[in-house]
């Protein structure tokens, strides 16, 4: 979900998990641990914010437009060294 936050001028991306999939909420606490763990690495978008209620789990990040790793390999199949680098 694309967002604004009254204190920043860009976009933020909010990430959205159920937490009735046990899976997905192993991914969530994985996913914030890398982020906190790289914050202000330049591969990587940064975490603005991370929380949850009792269904759901949230993750406010630095959005990037257009679309995600996965979505890129999926449609292409692959990298090229020129494409990575």
Known sequence: ???SL???KKPVAI?????E???LKERYET?????KLAWKCPFLCNI???FQT??????????ASGGSLQDLLNNRGYL???SVL
């Open 1 to 3: 979900m694309l967002a």
């Open 6 to 8: 009254p204190d920043r």
């Open 15 to 19: 990430k959205i998990l159920k937490k």
């Open 21 to 23: 999939n046990i899976k």
């Open 31 to 35: 996913e914030v641990k890398v982020m």
């Open 48 to 50: 603005h914010a991370a």
């Open 54 to 63: 009792q269904l759901h789990a949230f993750i406010v990040m630095e959005y």
């Open 80 to 82: 090229d060294m020129d």
